[in-house]
């Protein structure tokens, strides 16, 4: 299991398949994939089969992360950093409700751009997100991320694009 990433609450680690049934759960919640564009899982199975083929670390170097809690290693969501068009690199996350409101997102975010400018090397991060998903509006615009623009997301015609500089990071107090 590597982990990635430590917070104050949090590691972030790879998946491994047998986050199948964590990420089964999570999506079988209408209210968290509500504004991502995903469809639910249909069986544990297909969750499995997701992970296991989940190339991002090995074609990348990075990818979107597991949010373990560090006091009893629960799977509280995931989150993390992905190539996408036009080599943008997309910061997402994902919590389950009954951890919502609890800072988790925000921790694991400001830990994700962090890495992504310091050991990555990366100039940019973006967020794009639906305007009505307000607690990913505040964490993206708690991260610092500036409005862009509106596009196209995930078959959202309207998304909200959010971006950050490596600049404007470390200028952040
Ligand atoms: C978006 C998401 C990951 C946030 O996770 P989280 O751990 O609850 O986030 P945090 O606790 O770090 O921050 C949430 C912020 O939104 C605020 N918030 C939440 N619901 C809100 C609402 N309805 N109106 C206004 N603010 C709201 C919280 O108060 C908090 O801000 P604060 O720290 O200034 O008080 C979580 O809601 C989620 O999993 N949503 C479903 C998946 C999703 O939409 N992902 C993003 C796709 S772009």
């Not at 964590?22 to 469809?39: C, H, K, W």
């Amino acid at each position: 299991m590597k982990i990635i990433i430590e917070t104050e609450r949090l590691q972030l680690r790879e998946f491994v398949p047998d986050d199948a049934q964590s990420m089964f759960d999570l999506n079988a919640d209408p209210e968290v994939i509500r504004y991502t564009g995903d469809p639910p899982f249909e069986s544990v199975n297909q969750a499995r089969t997701f992970l296991e083929n989940y190339a991002d670390y090995e074609k990348n170097g990075y990818g979107r992360w597991a949010m373990i809690a560090k006091e009893n290693q629960e799977f509280i969501g995931w989150c993390g950093l992905k190539l996408i068009e036009e080599g943008l690199i997309d910061l997402g996350f994902r919590v389950f409700r009954t951890h919502w409101n609890k800072g988790y997102a925000s921790e694991a975010a400001k830990a994700c751009i962090d890495y992504g400018f310091n050991k990555l090397g990366f100039d940019e991060i973006i967020g794009r997100v639906v305007a009505e998903n307000t607690a990913s509006v505040k964490v993206l615009e708690k991260m610092g991320m500036q409005y862009w623009k509106n596009d196209i997301c995930h078959g959202f015609e309207n998304a909200r694009y959010y971006r950050i500089s490596k600049e404007s990071n470390q200028n952040l107090a």
